[in-house]
C-alpha cells in the first residue's frame, strides 16, 4: 500500500487543521489505519489508530479530546481532524496503516513495529 500525506501547514496556537492520508496500490477496508507524529530530535510517537473492522479508535493522551480520526474507504482516505493545536505539536506526521487487525490493543512501541506501509510525512507548525 502506497500512503500520500497532505494538509499540513502553519497554525497559530488555538487554530485547526486536517491531514488527509491517500492510500493505493492495495487499500483495504480492514486495513487499521494510524498516525505518528516526530518532532525534531525527537522518537517518532504515536498519535491516532483506527481500526478497520469495526471502527474502533485509539488516542495518544496528549491528544485525547483534541484530535479525532476518521476514514472514507469510498475515497480510500484518512484524516486527522486536528484541533485545538498546541506549540507542542509542531511535528512532522505520518500515516501508516497495517493489515494487522489487533494492532490497536498493542503497546504503542509494538503497534509502530507493526506498520507496514508509510507515508512520506506533512510538516504541521504551530506557532505561540
Known amino acids: 500500500v502506497q500512503l500520500q500525506a497532505s494538509g499540513g501547514g502553519l497554525v497559530q496556537a488555538g487554530g485547526s487543521l486536517r491531514l488527509s492520508c491517500a492510500a493505493s496500490g492495495g487499500y483495504s477496508v480492514t486495513l487499521v489505519m494510524a498516525w505518528f507524529r516526530q518532532a525534531p530530535g525527537k522518537e517518532r510517537t504515536f498519535v491516532a489508530a483506527l481500526s478497520g473492522r469495526n471502527f474502533g479508535t485509539r488516542y495518544a493522551d496528549s491528544v485525547k479530546g483534541r484530535f479525532t480520526i476518521s476514514r472514507d474507504n469510498a475515497k480510500n482516505t484518512v484524516y486527522l481532524q486536528m484541533n485545538s493545536l498546541k506549540p507542542e505539536d509542531t511535528a512532522i506526521y505520518y500515516c501508516?496503516?497495517?493489515?494487522?487487525?489487533?494492532?490497536?490493543?498493542?503497546?504503542?512501541?509494538?503497534?509502530?513495529?507493526?506498520?507496514?506501509?508509510w507515508g512520506q510525512g506533512t510538516q504541521v507548525t504551530v506557532s505561540s
Open positions: 501508516a496503516t497495517t493489515s494487522d487487525g489487533a494492532a490497536l490493543s498493542y503497546d504503542v512501541g509494538v503497534l509502530r513495529r507493526r506498520m507496514g506501509s
